[in-house]
């Protein structure tokens, strides 16, 4: 199947500064990719969807300015914590699509740890 | 909205057991629904997925039928595996600002004893 790379695979930063988690479609093309947020126990929480070349759509809630994403070409988007505090602490995943059309499979990366102390 | 809510885990069963891992949705039209397996330290892989009411999705010796009636998309595997033990996370497709996006339940962890 299709590979999605996350990196880094967990990282720890002090509080207030800012973390940047990069998401790669290694043999495809991706035109959607989605980052999503999982507390411990708990589902996935989309937090926004990025279209290559565009702005990322935030799901309500979510600091857009806090979370910055970025995609600008068809195999990396990126998300920025930005300012990060302890309750930023998270694990991160980000999944792309295919740019065969909305209805094609979604392949995931395999997760970002983010600790904030 | 649309809502998916998963039988809580942990689940803890013998090798060769029966599996079942409950799900039901909530949703308005007709959404696709996934099951997706976590095995440790590796991002989520698609397990297997029904796009209509009463399509079965199968792999790996697992299966899911959508039942519309009971807005249901159990998983059942009839003899599993220690290499099994992983997380499975029941999800629907909605369609929102042009792109399909994903609903997740909670997840089960799933525990294989030898």
């Known amino acids: 199947g299709a590979v999605v790379s996350q990196h880094p695979s967990w990282v720890i930063c002090k509080s207030g500064t800012s973390v940047k988690i990069e998401c790669r479609s290694l043999?495809?093309?991706?035109?959607?990719m989605f980052w999503y947020r999982q507390f411990p126990k708990q589902s996935l929480m989309l937090m926004a969807t990025s279209n290559e070349g565009s702005k990322a759509t935030y799901e309500q809630g979510v600091e857009k300015d806090k979370f910055l994403i970025n995609h600008a070409s068809l195999t990396l988007s990126t998300l920025t914590v930005t300012s990060a505090h302890p309750e930023d602490s998270s694990f991160y995943i980000c999944?792309?699509?295919?740019?065969?059309?909305?209805?094609?499979?979604?392949?995931f990366g395999q997760g970002t740890r983010l600790t904030v102390v | 909205g649309n809502s998916v809510t998963q039988m809580e885990g942990p689940v803890t069963l013998s090798e060769e057991a029966f599996l079942t891992i409950n799900c039901t949705y909530t949703a308005t039209g007709y959404p696709s629904l996934f099951w997706y397996v976590q095995y440790p330290g590796e991002g989520l892989q698609l397990l297997l997925k029904?796009?209509?009411?009463?399509d079965k999705g199968s792999n790996k010796g697992f299966e899911a039928t959508y039942r519309k009636e009971t807005t249901s998309f159990h998983l059942e595997k009839g003899s599993v595996q220690v290499s099994d033990s992983a997380v499975y996370f029941c999800?629907?497709?909605?369609?929102?600002?042009?792109?399909?996006?994903?609903?997740f339940g909670q997840g089960t962890r799933l525990t294989i004893n030898p």
């Open positions: 029904a796009t209509k009411a009463d």
């Open positions: 999800a629907l497709s909605e369609k929102g600002q042009g792109a399909q996006k994903l609903v």
């Open positions: 999944s792309a699509r295919r740019r065969a059309g909305g209805a094609s499979e979604a392949f």
């Open positions: 043999d495809f093309q991706a035109t959607t």
